[in-house]
């Protein structure tokens, strides 16, 4: 791990003299960097050091935690808003451990001048998406600061959730094994070009919404299937070639996608071409990422396909050996190419 | 989309690449460059080298205008900015980042109070001079044939409007020039041997196809314009092989769909009327070239910010471990160079190859780097 951190990361942050940017919170390669270098030697725990987006409780192995900040701009977009992503965002961070999410708390932090009548909008979105995804919202806190600075609304959610019986070991990112498939459950970059294009103001020729919903049942039901499923991830910030590159890093293996099988709707598609995006960068609010062995691949795609979060879910790579932790692409054309981490953050607030 | 999707077809990638290897003479060595950035990021991004035989080596040229630009000329922009506080000094997002000088770049000239602005074109430079009447606004720009007509209508907007407090800092180069100095550099004994150019896409819609016949024909070499898209290279790349085995030396054009042989005169009269040439011009890597560049011509000489804030050019070397000057001859390869991805990465640039995604450095450290890892020693 050390070498790969220095290959990762050539230059420390720089604690005498550093600021924080943009690309700290982009989930990329400078989030990861962070948590690497300040967060983790601060607060280390073989918990919290395995990098998967939720936790167990020692003493609680059955209890599963996870916690999000909700920071897009726009505050609403299409296919939803602010609450929607504070809801979806932590419910999905708790269901790529397996777990069933049930209880959730929320802090805003609000500006002075915001108006009620869109912090009630925002709250009733928060309400419905909680009732979708069957939890409660059991606690919660409310600041405000001055005009200027905030930007309206900033939601934190944190989530907990039970492990169901049948799961023995959690996924995680850390049991990737060489030969494992990669499964992705649908189209990529729809959350993504359509905050994008919210804020150009594009006019799209094919109406673009959000893909933000709870995936949870959906988790579930690629575990039911295929139940050595090794991992699960949300491909959110930094989109679907970040999230494969820290599955790589924390399992110590590398991988190779194919180009041509992963699925991206032509909408979307064509505004990326316009905007100049790689939709593999791009935030994904309602997709997951199944690491699941070769031999239980048409199993866990069939659950998926019979679910509606994953009509369009397909085998996108496979899990290879490298010590490098180099996540490569075999493109359109048939030649081959490298998909490293996000770098610099491109899109800030997107979610 | 149905239009691009024809040239990244993979049927049609496969039929191209077949036909290449069936044209290559296996008993001899093709080593082309593609001038162009674009070019350079599409070769890597589609992995198409992988598609071509091992005997034609792909070479990338320095048709990147923010790799171009000296260190000499940021120093200018950034001293600047940092020195007339009644100055906005517009530039495109690439040249925030690219050190000048002692690590100095135009974001830190903004951290050092200077009010540097990034815009998406000239235009929006022109717009900012309106609103801000107590102020100098100042378009740093840069760029090829393909970006000098958006210029040239913004100093011809902002002399119908009557907007004595725009200028432009001019460091527009011209291609045909560049193509020359690879080619005597290549003489050289460090130079690089060429037996052909794959030819700018959008900067030969501008200038027309017929802009390269000189060149063809002096150094007695192929010229294949091309577009972008990864089928477009492939074919550009197909003719280049069969010119050489014919013994060829004429300029083609594999982007007619875009370029015309005499090109976009409409532009290219505007570019006349506000620009003249230069008498040189300091290129990073390719040296001072006589006539390669433009200044504002006689009629909008007022607009010069040079003379306007009385600039004054000095050429200044480059941070001593970056070899952007060898990659951008086409001498060296990224991967040749001792910083590269240790000390110079894109989150912290060295050298401007590895700052515009154009950039032979950047695009082979985002795309291409899987394939030679070695010991990463950790930079300071």
Same mark, same amino acid.
């Given at each position: 791990?050390?070498?790969?951190?220095?290959?990762?990361?050539?230059?420390?942050?720089?604690?005498?003299?550093?600021?924080?940017?943009?690309?700290?919170?982009?989930?990329?390669?400078?989030?990861?960097?962070?948590?690497?270098?300040?967060?983790?030697?601060?607060?280390?725990?073989?918990?919290?050091?395995?990098?998967?987006? @939720? =936790? +167990?409780?020692?003493? #609680?192995?059955?209890?599963?935690? *996870?916690? %999000?900040?909700? !920071? $897009?701009?726009?505050?609403?977009?299409?296919?939803?808003?602010?609450?929607?992503?504070?809801?979806?965002?932590?419910?999905?961070?708790?269901?790529?451990?397996?777990?069933?999410?049930?209880?959730?708390?929320?802090?805003?932090?609000?500006?002075?001048?915001?108006?009620?009548?869109?912090?009630?909008?925002?709250?009733?979105?928060? @309400? =419905? +998406?909680?009732?979708? #995804?069957?939890?409660?919202?059991? *606690?919660? %806190?409310?600041? !405000? $600061?001055?005009?200027?600075?905030?930007?309206?609304?900033?939601?934190?959610?944190?989530?907990?959730?039970?492990?169901?019986?049948?799961?023995?070991?959690?996924?995680?990112?850390?049991?990737?094994?060489?030969?494992?498939?990669?499964?992705?459950?649908?189209?990529?970059?729809?959350?993504?070009?359509?905050?994008?294009?919210?804020?150009?103001?594009?006019?799209?020729? #094919?109406?673009?919404?959000?893909?933000?919903?709870?995936?949870?049942?959906?988790?579930?039901?690629?575990?039911?299937?295929?139940?050595?499923?090794?991992?699960?991830?949300?491909?959110?910030?930094?989109?679907?070639?970040?999230?494969?590159?820290?599955?790589?890093?924390?399992?110590?293996?590398?991988?190779?996608?194919?180009?041509?099988?992963?699925?991206?709707?032509?909408?979307?598609?064509?505004?990326?071409?316009?905007?100049?995006?790689?939709?593999?960068?791009?935030?994904?609010?309602?997709?997951?990422?199944?690491?699941?062995?070769?031999?239980?691949?048409?199993?866990?795609?069939?659950?998926?396909?019979?679910?509606?979060?994953?009509?369009?879910?397909?085998?996108?790579?496979?899990?290879?050996?490298?010590?490098?932790?180099?996540?490569?692409?075999?493109?359109?054309?048939?030649?081959?190419?490298?998909?490293?981490?996000?770098?610099?953050?491109?899109?800030?607030?997107?979610? | 989309?149905?239009?691009?999707?024809?040239?990244?077809?993979?049927?049609?990638?496969?039929?191209?690449?077949?036909?290449?290897?069936?044209?290559?003479?296996?008993?001899?060595?093709?080593?082309?460059?593609?001038?162009?950035?674009?070019?350079?990021?599409?070769?890597?991004?589609?992995?198409?080298?992988?598609?071509?035989?091992?005997?034609?080596?792909?070479?990338?040229?320095?048709?990147?205008?923010?790799?171009?630009?000296?260190?000499?000329?940021?120093?200018?922009?950034?001293?600047?900015?940092?020195?007339?506080?009644?100055?906005?000094?517009?530039?495109?997002?690439?040249?925030?980042?690219?050190?000048?000088?002692?690590?100095?770049?135009?974001?830190?000239?903004?951290?050092?109070?200077?009010?540097?602005?990034?815009?998406?074109?000239?235009?929006?430079?022109?717009?900012?001079?309106?609103?801000?009447?107590?102020?100098?606004?100042?378009?740093?720009?840069?760029?090829?044939?393909?970006?000098?007509?958006?210029?040239?209508?913004?100093?011809?907007?902002?002399?119908?409007?009557?907007?004595?407090?725009?200028?432009?800092?001019?460091?527009?180069?011209?291609?045909?020039?560049?193509?020359?100095?690879?080619?005597?550099?290549?003489?050289?004994?460090?130079?690089?041997?060429?037996?052909?150019?794959?030819?700018?896409?959008?900067?030969?819609?501008?200038?027309?196809?017929?802009?390269?016949?000189?060149?063809?024909?002096?150094?007695?070499?192929?010229?294949?314009?091309?577009?972008?898209?990864?089928?477009?290279?492939?074919?550009?790349?197909?003719?280049?092989?069969?010119?050489?085995?014919?013994?060829?030396?004429?300029?083609?054009?594999?982007?007619?769909?875009?370029?015309?042989?005499?090109?976009?005169?409409?532009?290219?009269?505007?570019?006349?009327?506000?620009?003249?040439?230069?008498?040189?011009?300091?290129?990073?890597?390719?040296?001072?070239?006589?006539?390669?560049?433009?200044?504002?011509?006689?009629?909008?000489?007022?607009?010069?910010?040079?003379?306007?804030?009385?600039?004054?050019?000095?050429?200044?070397?480059?941070?001593?471990?970056?070899?952007?000057?060898?990659?951008?001859?086409?001498?060296?390869?990224?991967?040749?160079?001792?910083?590269?991805?240790?000390?110079?990465?894109?989150?912290?640039?060295?050298?401007?190859?590895?700052?515009?995604?154009?950039?032979?450095?950047?695009?082979?450290?985002?795309?291409?780097?899987?394939?030679?890892?070695?010991?990463?020693?950790?930079?300071?």
């Amino acid at each position: 791990m050390d070498k790969l951190n220095r290959r990762l990361f050539p230059r420390k942050l720089d604690f005498r003299n550093g600021n924080i940017e943009l690309a700290h919170g982009a989930g990329g390669k400078a989030s990861a960097q962070l948590f690497e270098e300040l967060f983790r030697p601060a607060f280390s725990n073989p918990e919290l050091d395995r990098g998967d987006d @939720a =936790a +167990a409780f020692e003493g #609680a192995a059955r209890m599963v935690v *996870a916690t %999000d900040g909700h !920071v $897009v701009s726009p505050l609403f977009f299409p296919g939803g808003d602010i609450g929607t992503l504070a809801i979806h965002g932590t419910v999905n961070d708790v269901a790529t451990s397996g777990a069933i999410p049930r209880y959730l708390t929320a802090a805003f932090i609000l500006e002075e001048g915001f108006p009620l009548n869109d912090l009630q909008t925002i709250a009733q979105s928060m @309400a =419905a +998406a909680a009732r979708e #995804a069957e939890i409660s919202i059991i *606690a919660g %806190d409310t600041k !405000v $600061v001055e005009k200027g600075n905030g930007d309206g609304v900033f939601i934190a959610t944190t989530g907990v959730g039970f492990l169901p019986e049948h799961i023995v070991e959690k996924p995680g990112a850390h049991r990737a094994q060489v030969g494992d498939a990669i499964l992705l459950s649908g189209d990529i970059g729809d959350h993504g070009v359509t905050i994008l294009a919210a804020r150009e103001g594009l006019p799209l020729s #094919a109406p673009i919404k959000s893909d933000t919903a709870s995936v949870h049942t959906l988790a579930q039901a690629i575990i039911a299937a295929a139940p050595g499923t090794k991992c699960l991830r949300d491909p959110t910030r930094g989109g679907v070639a970040t999230a494969v590159n820290e599955i790589c890093r924390a399992s110590g293996t590398g991988a190779i996608l194919n180009e041509p099988s992963i699925p991206i709707r032509r909408p979307v598609e064509a505004a990326c071409e316009i905007l100049g995006v790689d939709p593999l960068y791009l935030a994904n609010e309602g997709k997951l990422i199944a690491i699941v062995p070769e031999a239980q691949v048409d199993q866990a795609l069939a659950a998926m396909h019979a679910h509606p979060l994953g009509e369009r879910a397909a085998k996108i790579g496979r899990i290879i050996e490298d010590p490098d932790g180099f996540v490569q692409m075999e493109t359109v054309s048939g030649g081959r190419r490298m998909v490293d981490w996000l770098v610099g953050d491109p899109l800030p607030r997107i979610c | 989309m149905r239009y691009v999707d024809e040239f990244r077809d993979t049927k049609t990638a496969q039929t191209l690449a077949k036909a290449i290897y069936a044209e290559a003479d296996p008993n001899r060595q093709y080593q082309f460059m593609e001038f162009c950035g674009g070019h350079t990021h599409a070769l890597c991004r589609f992995g198409l080298e992988d598609l071509l035989p091992d005997n034609i080596r792909m070479i990338h040229g320095p048709g990147c205008p923010v790799c171009v630009l000296p260190v000499g000329r940021l120093d200018m922009a950034i001293d600047l900015a940092t020195s007339h506080p009644e100055i906005i000094l517009c530039t495109y997002g690439d040249l925030m980042r690219v050190p000048g000088t002692n690590g100095r770049t135009l974001r830190t000239a903004k951290a050092e109070g200077g009010d540097v602005r990034m815009v998406y074109s000239p235009a929006q430079a022109v717009d900012l001079a309106g609103k801000n009447p107590d102020r100098e606004v100042v378009m740093f720009a840069i760029g090829f044939e393909t970006t000098t007509p958006p210029t040239a209508a913004a100093v011809k907007e902002a002399a119908r409007d009557g907007l004595s407090n725009f200028s432009v800092f001019c460091n527009h180069v011209l291609t045909p020039s560049a193509i020359d100095a690879i080619m005597t550099a290549g003489t050289g004994e460090s130079g690089v041997h060429l037996d052909g150019f794959v030819g700018p896409g959008n900067v030969s819609t501008i200038i027309g196809a017929e802009a390269y016949e000189d060149a063809s024909a002096k150094w007695r070499k192929p010229i294949v314009i091309a577009g972008f898209e990864p089928n477009d290279l492939l074919q550009s790349i197909l003719m280049l092989v069969q010119q050489v085995n014919r013994g060829d030396t004429c300029v083609e054009n594999a982007f007619a769909r875009a370029v015309r042989p005499g090109g976009n005169t409409r532009a290219q009269e505007m570019c006349r009327e506000v620009f003249s040439i230069r008498n040189s011009f300091e290129w990073r890597g390719l040296g001072t070239i006589p006539g390669s560049a433009l200044q504002l011509g006689p009629d909008f000489e007022s607009f010069d910010a040079e003379a306007r804030f009385a600039m004054a050019y000095r050429s200044r070397p480059d941070h001593k471990a970056c070899a952007c000057a060898q990659i951008l001859r086409g001498e060296k390869a990224p991967r040749d160079c001792k910083v590269f991805g240790t000390a110079c990465t894109p989150e912290h640039p060295l050298g401007s190859c590895m700052v515009s995604p154009e950039g032979a450095c950047a695009a082979y450290y985002a795309y291409g780097r899987f394939r030679d890892t070695r010991e990463i020693v950790a930079a300071e």
